[in-house]
């Protein structure tokens, strides 16, 4: 329901009073003018001793530390020592990479680590200097004129492909400066092809066959220290244990490199090379799995993707370690229907695409030829960053992330999005359900939503979630953290929130909608509303979703301050709140509407009320601007909870036909700056929240 129709007339203290049930022993409910609702009475066997401290239970933890196994605490974010190799650990519990001040230019490269850009690979200025020589090297140089090649240094190879035909099994073939306007085609033997450097020696393909291409015959050859630029594919792998050091792939018309399971297995190691201005995309593994170490790859229209083959059903597994993959055009990384390795890597400046200014994703990962495998991506130890709609986007795929910082996500181009991380079921529900995990990060700075996981299950745990800005197109939203379920198919989400903090969101720092919420030691703090209205701003809702599917969540060893409007609702829901502090609670920004600590209301769907009950536990709720609980024609069970410096303790209102309920099992406290004053429920009139927006 759009929140800008609120209907709601502002609260006065002491004012339309309408009635008044003290509490001593069991708080009770009251219609006021219409038929009593019978109190009810506490089960003696289910309270609290009546000596029982009040208020949470210290915990070994404070809220937005994850308490570990093993003892000690784990402060939320990237802990310092994880920062990834050629990351500098910031003061914000983030990574931050060591890269040179400017964009490196074209055939120089860094990755993180590196002060200033340097070229691939040394060039020594000797014809084959660099190159291990021995009796079998078959050697080629463009400039020799003498004739009569025999591939010797005297009478060398005009033409790479000469010496790979004339060399031995596992021979070297040494390449001397030049441009050599010629496919290399490798197919029935492994060979070394070793040129100078890659600032001296380049193979330019021609025509609409790779530059190199090595096929299944080939197992284990290598290609080092040399360009290659063409006019198709720059590098065509169809064998395994093919080693790619030191090269620089430019300027290609289709993609750099590819590595294809089309006659077997295939796969490649990449290794401290530089691909950048490849017009089909950087690399892609087709049914092969390929390893990225230690390079860089830039400015093409498509990054690098796994996908699986159709024909064999083999995935494709790409790793990126230690490298650096930006301006590329549409995704940086992505996985369809394979299976795709982040380590101390940054993907970064992810563009949307040149002709249509879509998409622009980091990484993303989306189902491929059979739906039944799920694709996944592991990212560790990594930064994504400045991108366009979405940090990582995730179709029915599983997904971890671990020392991670995603942020600086910018939105579409019609405005919407610009969202961290999301995690989204498909229509149909999946045999399995797809899984995300996050420990120790960070996601900041981004749009719409931080973390969203629809019709999925998440595990969130020592990670913090912070200035998620309202959506651009509209200034609604701004969700730190979402669960929901699937509309379609009716998937529930699930999340487990543990040891986290969500932070400066807008709108609402948690929001569970038709789902399932586990909540332990988690700090959720300074919710502003929403940029559009000046509305909202609550800490945490629990409430159904599709206005007719209960939500349910458990809150424990929490704090929640610093919201507007409300700091915990549910709404539609079964809620458990137990050892958690509310407080600081103020009203809606300009209004001054609301400012209840605790809400909980039921919710009318097809004419139907779907009851919402609430059970708090050792809790402690303090300086609520209205009511430090209100209650609308829900049950609220209240236990050993201490409610402090709020306008209004308790408040009780019926909703249309529903009168609302309280059951005291005994310990709770109210009072304000040293004294204790009864318990006392009130039913004042107040208006019920509106459910935030589906």
Not at 32 to 45: I, K
Not at 150 to 162: D, L, S
Not at 567 to 577: D, K, T
Request: net charge negative; proline share 6%; aromatic share 4%.
């Amino acid at each position: 329901m759009p929140t800008s129709a609120i209907p709601l007339a502002p609260w006065r203290p002491r004012m339309n009073l309408r009635c008044a049930v003290t509490l001593v022993l069991v708080l009770g409910a009251s219609a006021c003018g219409e038929e009593s609702v019978p109190v009810v009475q506490a089960d003696p066997d289910a309270g609290v001793d009546a000596g029982a401290a009040a208020g949470p239970r210290p915990s070994p933890c404070a809220p937005g530390e994850l308490v570990l196994e093993r003892g000690g605490c784990l402060p939320a974010g990237v802990p310092p020592e994880a920062c990834g190799e050629g990351f500098a650990a910031n003061d914000d519990r983030t990574c931050e990479p060591i890269l040179p001040p400017a964009p490196c230019s074209a055939g120089t490269m860094a990755i993180p680590g590196d002060t200033s850009c340097r070229n691939v690979a040394p060039c020594t200025g000797a014809p084959w200097g660099g190159i291990p020589i021995d009796a079998t090297t078959q050697f080629v140089d463009a400039s020799y004129a003498g004739g009569g090649s025999i591939g010797t240094q005297a009478m060398p190879w005009t033409t790479v492909q000469a010496g790979v035909d004339a060399a031995a099994p596992g021979a070297i073939v040494a390449i001397a400066k030049g441009s050599y306007a010629e496919q290399v085609v490798v197919e029935t033997k492994p060979v070394r092809l070793w040129g100078s450097c890659p600032v001296e020696v380049e193979i330019a393909g021609i025509g609409a066959t790779a530059a190199i291409a090595v096929g299944s015959g080939s197992d284990g050859t290598e290609i080092r220290a040399l360009a290659v630029t063409g006019d198709a594919v720059g590098v065509s792998i169809h064998a395994e244990g093919v080693a790619v050091d030191r090269v620089w792939i430019h300027d290609t018309v289709s993609w750099g490199l590819m590595a294809e399971d089309l006659d077997g297995p295939a796969s490649a190691d990449v290794e401290g090379s530089l691909v950048e201005t490849a017009s089909g995309g950087q690399i892609r593994a087709f049914g092969a799995t390929v390893d990225v170490d230690q390079s860089a790859l830039r400015d093409s229209p498509l990054g690098m993707i796994a996908a699986d083959d159709a024909a064999t059903g083999v995935r494709g597994h790409l790793t990126l370690r230690r490298s650096i993959v930006e301006r590329a055009r549409t995704f940086g990384v992505a996985s369809k229907g394979g299976d795709v390795t982040v380590e101390e890597s940054v993907v970064s400046d992810t563009l949307p695409d040149s002709t249509v200014e879509d998409l622009g994703i980091a990484i993303a990962a989306l189902p491929g030829n059979d739906p039944a495998q799920r694709p996944s991506v592991t990212v560790r130890r990594s930064v994504v960053e400045r991108c366009r709609e979405f940090g990582l986007w995730l179709a029915d795929a599983d997904a971890e992330l671990e020392a991670t910082v995603v942020r600086d996500v910018s939105p579409a181009p019609d405005g919407t999005v610009g969202m961290g991380i999301g995690l989204f079921s498909g229509a149909a529900a999946p045999a399995a359900r797809p899984i995300l995990t996050i420990r120790s990060s960070v996601v900041e700075r981004g749009r719409t939503t931080g973390v969203a996981v629809i019709g999925a299950d998440a595990t969130v745990e020592a990670t913090i979630v912070r200035d998620i800005e309202s959506q651009a197109s509209d200034g609604r939203y701004g969700r730190g953290i979402s669960v929901e379920g699937e509309p379609t198919s009716g998937a529930r989400g699930s999340l487990a929130l543990r040891g986290s903090i969500v932070e400066r969101s807008r709108e609402v720092g948690l929001v569970v909608l038709g789902a399932d919420a586990e909540v332990d030691g988690t700090a959720v703090r300074e919710t502003r509303p929403q940029a559009a209205d000046g509305q909202l701003g609550r800490g945490i809702t629990v409430q159904a979703g599709g206005g007719a599917t209960a939500s349910k969540a458990v809150i424990r060893t929490s704090l929640i301050e610093g919201s507007h409007e409300l700091a915990l609702a549910a709404v539609g829901a079964n809620l458990s709140v137990e050892d958690t502090v509310v407080r600081a609670t103020v009203g809606q920004m300009g209004t001054e509407l609301f400012g209840d600590g605790i809400v909980a209301s039921a919710v009318l769907s097809t004419g139907s009320p779907l009851p919402t009950s609430v059970r708090l536990e050792r809790c402690r709720v303090e300086g609520s601007s209205r009511a430090g609980v209100s209650n609308f024609g829900a049950s609220i069970t209240i236990a050993a909870t201490v409610l402090q410096c709020n306008a209004i303790d308790l408040d009780g209102e019926s909703f249309g036909d529903l009168a609302f309920a309280f059951e005291d099992l005994g310990g709770n406290v109210c009072g304000c700056a040293g004294e204790t004053r009864p318990c006392i429920v009130l039913s004042t009139g107040l208006a019920a929240p509106e459910p935030v927006a589906e």
